[in-house]
């Protein structure tokens, strides 16, 4: 039988292989979830973060958002994911774009911040957290990240959207089921759906959720 800590990292592991091989044999562009402008979660950064803020976007993946954040004088970036793969794609097309970025290659059930963040970014990612448990660490590492005034932004399927990505399972979520997630000390202060158009030109239903400690 797995000691608890070997079944950690082994169900990490799993995840991790998936999303390499993902981002291994697909084209970053043509994947489902992919913007040429990530719109949304850029006016939702612009509202809420000064151009010094502290930024961390968990699950990255190969996402433009960085790009564009640089882009607009944001300087204080840091990039979380599993995939060490995805991670390289975006610091080669950054280059020395960023060479302030930090890139961080961790599952973020397991992430210790050692500094703390202005805002929390996540753009489908807490969708695929399946157990209860996983959704409260989860809750656990946003708080430890982020600064006593942060804010986090989520983006999850909405209801009636995909139950499915990137051949995973996921959980679609709106604002009442988001708030049942949430712990007693966080609230929710803005949501809203909206439409990704897919690089194949399909639509997919999502949310957004702004959350910040009461
Ligand atoms: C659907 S993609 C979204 C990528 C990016 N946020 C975007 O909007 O293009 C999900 C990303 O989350 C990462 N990921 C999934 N589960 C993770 C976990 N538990 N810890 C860290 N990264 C994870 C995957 O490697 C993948 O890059």
């Not at 209860?132 to 946003?142: D, I």
Request: proline share 2%; net charge negative; glycine share 4%.
């Amino acid at each position: 039988m797995m000691a608890g800590h070997e079944q950690k990292f082994s169900s990490d592991r799993v995840r991790q292989l998936h999303w390499d091989t993902i981002f291994e044999t697909k084209d970053y562009r043509q994947v489902l979830w992919h913007q040429n402008s990530p719109t949304v979660s850029l006016e939702l950064i612009r509202s809420y973060a000064k151009k010094d803020d502290s930024i961390i976007d968990v699950g990255c993946g190969a996402s433009l958002l960085a790009d564009n954040l640089i882009d607009m004088g944001y300087k204080n970036i840091s990039l979380l994911d599993t995939s060490k793969i995805s991670l390289d794609i975006v610091k080669n097309r950054l280059g020395s774009k960023l060479e302030t970025a930090k890139y961080i290659c961790s599952d973020i059930m397991h992430f210790e911040p050692t500094e703390k963040f202005n805002i929390w970014h996540d753009r489908a990612v807490f969708h695929f957290l399946l157990l209860k448990k996983e959704r409260v660490r989860y809750f656990e590492v946003l708080k430890e990240s982020l600064t006593s005034d942060g804010v986090a932004i989520i983006n999850t399927f909405a209801l009636g959207g995909q139950t499915e990505c990137a051949g995973l399972k996921i959980v679609q979520y709106d604002y009442e089921k988001i708030l049942q997630e949430l712990p007693s000390d966080l609230e929710l202060i803005k949501h809203e759906n909206f439409i990704h158009i897919t690089p194949k030109e399909s639509e997919q239903a999502y949310s957004y959720f702004v959350i910040k400690r009461k």
